[in-house]
């Protein structure tokens, strides 16, 4: 028998598709908030939001009829017939956030309009209203949602750690707070402040209280017109980069979104210029007609169809490019500084199963070398700046240069004990939110490697010493990549295998790269120092950092 649905029910399968966790309810009001207006819009939440999500605004607010009429399904102020539908100039649009949300909780809302003597408060659960009616409030509208997935065990289930639901609360307010830079944001969370906009206006002043103003310092500001509208915000310099994608955002008319095509078009701009496996900043605004582009294709809007996504891609690869374009007169620095690891007391540390027969033979070559009787490889070629092409006088061997320093550098992290160096200027790292509770967390294992670092109140850390690293490394970098992938392994890792994600980010990310052009001296203290290690045959992730071409293996091939 086919019957219609209660109107419950269907309001509580639209939450699936809307609402996945806290942080969608979060998305949702705050998008309410901006559409109504409002200049200040402040969020509360109590244990991951999952006791409490608190917004309130000082926006238009809503009189009692419009009050109820709010949480009916499909009825929204914001748009009227099928062609608004395609020019959509507000952030919500399908009259379901609403409903949706105060079908799966206990939920509030209090509303007062500028010119009313008094507001009036709407209360459900689960879907039913319990009560309507007069109180006393300020302008604008408060909306409380207690208990959230109350009665959709099934849902609360599939949510993760509070850190990561905080996390995805954090993300959005962050993520707002910057393409609406004259709205002043809050995030609260369990009483502490997390975040806090400061509303100015500036798109600088927002990404400065929502990453540090380190992270603003070296970004450059782009902006170009096109046929459909315009490219705009802020990127990194090709000496700033990030070792995931998270730091590539994007927002269409304000809104932000996800669309790997564009994350695309922005590495594109910076193909040669940065390592591969690393990936730029870039904070970019598309404002485009409306008309141009279809919101209503994700039931959470977090994706957008455009008409023609080629000229976007080549737009934001475009304005990326002549933005780098400045940047090219620097000559590039030696990364890797000949003598300063071993020296000369070098010691080939598996000597024994690296050369068993212990006749090692001095090969014949015309490269004129401090040959010790112990060089256990002559470097003869760098290849492609990446690989080191060497030979012990029988066999050929080619050397990753960077799976090498990195074992290099490991190992020395490995020894315990490290040598901290103290910096003659302590220098300030100021981190995003995220990122420095992070850090707070784990600056022990960080004081174990050598880094001596200090809280110096928000999201400021004193860097007062360092282990001992290659010189003209940018240390505060491989602070940031090593709390990104603290972030990405989680909170709740066992100690050791933290500890030690630590040290092979550290190595990884303080190592020489593939394209960094070495001097011979420089090559040859690589192989010494690589050899002095405990295992020279593996980078610390377990790829081998050489290969060896034997000479029957020559013999093979040239079948003699
Ligand atoms: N904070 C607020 N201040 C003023 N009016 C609001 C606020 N929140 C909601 N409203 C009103 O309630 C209506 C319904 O809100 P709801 O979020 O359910 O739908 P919507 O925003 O129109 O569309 P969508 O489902 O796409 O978010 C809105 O159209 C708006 O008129
Ligand atoms: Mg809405």
């Not at 193909?271 to 690393?278: D, T």
């Not at 990310?509 to 040859?524: F, Q």
Request: charged fraction near 25%; include cysteine.
């Amino acid at each position: 028998m086919i019957k219609l649905l209660p109107e419950e029910l269907i309001n509580k399968i639209a939450a699936g598709e809307v609402i996945e966790r806290p942080a969608s309810v979060v998305k949702e009001l705050i998008e309410n908030s901006i559409d109504a207006g409002a200049s200040k819009i402040k969020v509360e939440i109590q244990k991951a939001g999952t006791k409490l999500i608190l917004v309130s605004d000082n926006g238009l607010g809503m009189a009692k009829e419009e009050l109820s009429m709010a949480v009916e399904r499909h009825s929204t102020s914001k748009i009227q017939d099928f062609d608004d539908l395609f020019n959509i100039h507000t952030l919500g649009f399908r009259g379901e956030a609403l409903p949706s949300i105060a079908s799966v909780s206990k939920f509030e809302m209090i509303s007062k309009k500028k010119d009313a003597l008094a507001g009036n408060v709407l209360s459900i659960e689960g879907g039913k209203i319990l009560s309507i009616g007069e109180c006393g409030a300020p302008n604008g509208t408060t909306v409380s949602i207690k208990d959230l997935f109350f009665n959709t065990p099934a849902r609360k289930k599939f949510l993760k750690s509070d850190t990561t639901e905080i996390n995805h609360i954090t993300d959005y307010v962050l993520k707002y707070s910057l393409s609406y830079p004259n709205i002043s944001f809050e995030l609260i969370s369990d009483g502490n402040i997390a975040l806090r906009s400061p509303g100015s206006g500036s798109l600088k002043d927002a990404l400065a209280s929502a990453y540090g103003v380190d992270f603003v310092k070296g970004l450059i500001s782009v902006s170009q017109e096109f046929g459909f509208g315009k490219i705009s915000g802020f990127i990194s310099p090709p000496s700033t980069s990030r070792i995931d994608k998270s730091y590539e955002i994007f927002f269409v008319n304000n809104r932000y979104i996800h669309n790997f095509l564009l994350n695309r078009a922005l590495e594109e701009a910076y193909r040669n210029l940065i390592p591969g496996m690393r990936y730029p900043i870039g904070i970019i605004f598309i404002d485009i007609d409306p008309k141009l582009i279809d919101i209503n294709v994700h039931p959470a809007k977090r994706e957008v169809k455009f008409q023609n996504t080629k000229d976007i891609m080549d737009a934001i690869k475009k304005t990326a490019a002549s933005g780098l374009n400045n940047l090219f007169d620097k000559p590039a620095e030696s990364p890797y500084q000949a003598g300063q690891n071993f020296g000369e007391k070098w010691e080939p540390a598996m000597a024994d199963i690296l050369f068993p027969n212990d006749n090692f033979q001095l090969p014949q070559t015309k490269i004129e070398l401090d040959i010790s009787s112990v060089q256990p490889l002559i470097p003869l070629y760098q290849l492609k700046e990446t690989y080191i092409i060497a030979t012990d006088g029988i066999d050929m061997v080619v050397i990753d240069q960077h799976a090498a320093h990195e074992r290099i550098i490991y190992d020395k992290l490995l020894g315990g004990n490290p040598v901290s160096q103290p910096l003659l200027v302590p220098a300030n790292i100021e981190l995003g939110i995220k990122e420095s509770t992070v850090l707070k967390n784990n600056l022990k294992y960080f004081l174990e490697l050598g880094f001596e670092l200090e809280e110096f109140g928000g999201n400021t850390f004193i860097l007062r010493a360092t282990p001992q690293l290659p010189p003209k490394i940018n240390v505060a970098q491989i602070i940031i990549d090593a709390i990104a992938e603290l972030l990405e392994i989680g909170e709740s890792t066992a100690i050791e295998q933290k500890k030690d994600n630590l040290k092979k980010s550290i190595a990884c990310h303080s190592a020489v790269r593939a394209g960094d052009k070495l001097t011979d001296e420089e090559i040859n203290q690589l192989i010494k120092d690589l050899y002095s290690t405990k295992n020279p045959l593996t980078c610390p992730h377990g790829r081998p950092t050489m290969i060896r071409i034997t000479h029957l293996e020559f013999e093979k091939s040239f079948m003699r």
